[in-house]
C-alpha cells in the first residue's frame, strides 16, 4: 500500500508541476494532494503533522484565489479592458494548443495586444502597456503557483525518501 502511496503522490505533485502552466489543470491543489496522501497513508513516524497541512491549505487557497485576480488586476491598472482580460486567457490556452511551450508564455501578451489595438481600436502605446500587464499578471501568477508546488513536490519527496 505504501508504494502505491507513494507514487500517486509522486504523479500527484508532478501533475501540479504542469498545472501551474496549464490552465486546465489546478497545479498548487493537486501539490497539495500529494501531502495529503502521504499523511493519511504513510505517516508512520508523523513527520507530516495536521499543523503543517491546516498551513499549506491556506497558502494554496491563497495563491490559487490570487491567481484569478492578478492577471486581471494587472491587465486593469495598465489600463486594459475586460475583453483585454479575456482575450489574454485566450491567447493563453491558444498558445499552448499551437506553440508550445513558448506559447504559454507569449499567448496571453498577444491576446491582450490584439484585443485593445485591433478591436477596441486603443493607441499602440496603450494596448502594449496592457498586454504588458497581462503578461506580467501571468508571470506572477503563475510564479506563485509555482513556487508552492514546487516546495510541495521538495516535501513529498524528502516525506517519501528521506
Given amino acids: ?29 493537486l501539490s497539495y494532494v500529494s501531502v495529503l496522501l502521504l499523511y493519511l497513508f504513510n505517516n508512520p513516524e508523523n513527520e507530516i503533522t495536521s499543523r503543517f497541512l491546516i498551513i499549506w491549505i491556506a497558502v494554496v487557497a491563497v495563491v490559487t484565489i490570487l491567481d484569478y ?32 511551450p513558448v506559447g504559454i508564455i507569449i499567448g496571453p501578451f498577444i491576446g491582450a495586444f490584439v484585443a485593445e489595438f485591433i478591436i477596441n481600436k486603443k493607441p499602440l502605446k496603450n494596448s502594449l502597456a496592457a498586454a504588458g500587464g497581462a ?28
Avoid: E, H, N
Fill in 69 to 100: 485576480v492578478v492577471q486581471p488586476y494587472f491587465t486593469k491598472i495598465t489600463g486594459g479592458s475586460q475583453l483585454a482580460v479575456r482575450c489574454s486567457i485566450a491567447g493563453l490556452i491558444a498558445g499552448m494548443v499551437f506553440f508550445p
Fill in 1 to 29: 500500500m505504501t508504494i502505491i502511496t507513494d507514487i500517486l503522490a509522486i504523479i500527484a505533485a508532478l501533475a501540479g508541476i504542469v498545472g501551474c502552466f496549464l490552465p486546465a489543470i489546478p497545479g498548487p491543489p
Fill in 135 to 162: 503578461f506580467l499578471g501571468f508571470i506572477l501568477g503563475t510564479g506563485l503557483k509555482l513556487a508552492v508546488s514546487g516546495t510541495l513536490f521538495y516535501y513529498t519527496i524528502r516525506f517519501i525518501f528521506f
